[in-house]
């Protein structure tokens, strides 16, 4: 069974412009929630999606935004950059959701971002 | 509010056992897990406690104390290629899968 796979796997780009992740969870799971992992926060939760719909949110401004298609797959979108952006994403896929209990989630080889 | 500590860093002898000690505050609990991340790597589930006590995955074993807001992750017979950073995560109560991370211990295995 094929891993997550994100798309690109390297990015850079310039302060003020926009960038779109794409990820492809494990076949058969219809939750993806991504991540933002830089050496001084760690990795930080951003949103996740079930079933098309944004289930939770973290503490990121509105730059940030994502959505999810029907095949499960998930994009995020970061409008007008910053330098702070500058960081590795991560995609995680679990098969299901629930708000009563957890399960494993499958993380991607990520996307690095750099923002100049 | 909600907080997670785990110290910065480890070194242990190949061979040798070594426990990475995790304490998490919050109001609603609904597991515990530990995850490895090899340098440049994603990170891969090792373990989820959502009851207390220990769990045993071959030479990785989790414990869970929910009453005192603590776990550990206790490696036995170290090799080299432990060495990695490694995560604890709790998820919080009607949180689905929002995992709240700690900062991760970068532990280093020495022959």
């Known amino acids: 069974k094929a891993g997550v796979t994100q798309t690109p796997r390297y990015l850079i780009k310039t302060r003020g412009q926009q960038v779109t992740l794409s990820c492809s969870p494990i076949s058969g799971h219809r939750s993806v929630s991504w991540y933002q992992q830089t050496p001084g926060q760690g990795l930080q939760f951003l949103f996740e999606y079930f079933s098309e719909t944004q289930r939770n949110k973290g503490n990121f401004p509105g730059r940030f935004s994502g959505r999810q298609f029907s095949n499960s797959r998930s994009e995020m979108n970061v409008s007008t950059l910053e330098l702070g952006d500058s960081a590795l994403y991560l995609c995680?896929?679990?098969?299901?959701?629930?708000?009563?209990?957890?399960?494993?989630?499958?993380f991607g080889p990520g996307t690095r971002l750099t923002v100049l | 509010g909600q907080n997670i500590d785990q110290p910065t860093e480890m070194t242990a002898t190949e061979g040798a056992i070594v426990q990475i000690n995790c304490t998490y505050q919050t109001s609603g609990f609904n597991g515990l897990f530990w995850y490895q991340q090899h340098a440049g790597e994603a990170p891969t589930f090792l373990s989820y406690?959502?009851?207390?006590g220990l769990e045993e995955k071959g030479r990785f074993s989790s414990f869970l104390s929910r009453s005192k807001g603590y776990s550990y992750l206790l490696l036995k017979e170290l090799q080299m290629k432990d060495s990695a950073s490694y995560l604890c995560a709790f998820l919080p109560n009607n949180a689905g899968n929002m995992l709240t991370f700690g900062g991760g211990t970068r532990l280093m295995v020495k022959p």
């Open positions: 406690n959502v009851l207390d």
């Open positions: 995680a896929s679990s098969l299901y959701w629930s708000s009563l209990s957890g399960n494993e989630q499958f």
